[in-house]
């Protein structure tokens, strides 16, 4: 299709994922390949993706633009500092069950106060308190939240 020039690329197979990045990246006709692999992000843009899409870009959008500027200047140093910083949020937003993980971002966005709360929709549920405190501490590791900015969850 000559007015493709992008796909979403979550197929959760690392050789398969390169395989596209590789295959489609180097058509006559290039297809960009944008990674949404957020729970393995920094692996993902090292293969040669040409850009991503994120939930997680809805709590983390600058760490993930500062990520894929350095894996594209091959400043690979900063890369892993920034994936550092990255993997708390990572960790708690795709933990199981991984059907929650908006449910996670919105709590991350109460907790930041970008969000006035978090609103689940059935079938799924409110996240329980010990898990809102997870993320709070996620978003403290991660530098986003000053751990005295806010009460604990």
């Known amino acids: 299709m000559p007015t493709i020039r992008a796909i979403k690329d979550w197929t959760g197979n690392v050789p398969h994922h390169e395989w596209h990045i590789r295959t489609l990246q180097s058509l006559p ?4 390949v944008l990674t949404t692999h957020s729970s393995w992000l920094f692996s993902s ?5 040409n850009g991503l899409l994120s939930g997680s ?12 500027r350095a894996v594209q200047a091959n400043d690979l140093a900063e890369a892993k ?8 949020t990572a960790r708690v937003f795709y ?11 919105k ?13 689940v929709r059935p079938p799924l549920v409110k996240l329980e308190r010990a898990e809102v405190v997870g993320i709070r501490e996620a978003l403290v590791e991660t530098r986003l939240l000053n751990e005295k900015a806010r009460d604990a969850a």
Do not use: T, W, Y
Not at 45 to 49: H, P, R
């Open 107 to 119: 709590e991350a966005l109460v907790l930041l106060g970008k969000l006035p709360r978090a609103v």
């Open 29 to 32: 006709r290039p297809v960009n």
């Open 95 to 105: 933990a199981d069950p991984f059907v929650d993980m908006h449910n996670r971002m």
């Open 81 to 88: 500092r920034l994936n550092d910083r990255i993997q708390p």
């Open 45 to 49: 843009l090292v293969l040669g993706c």
């Open 57 to 68: 870009g809805s709590v983390i959008a600058d760490l993930q633009a500062r990520l894929f």
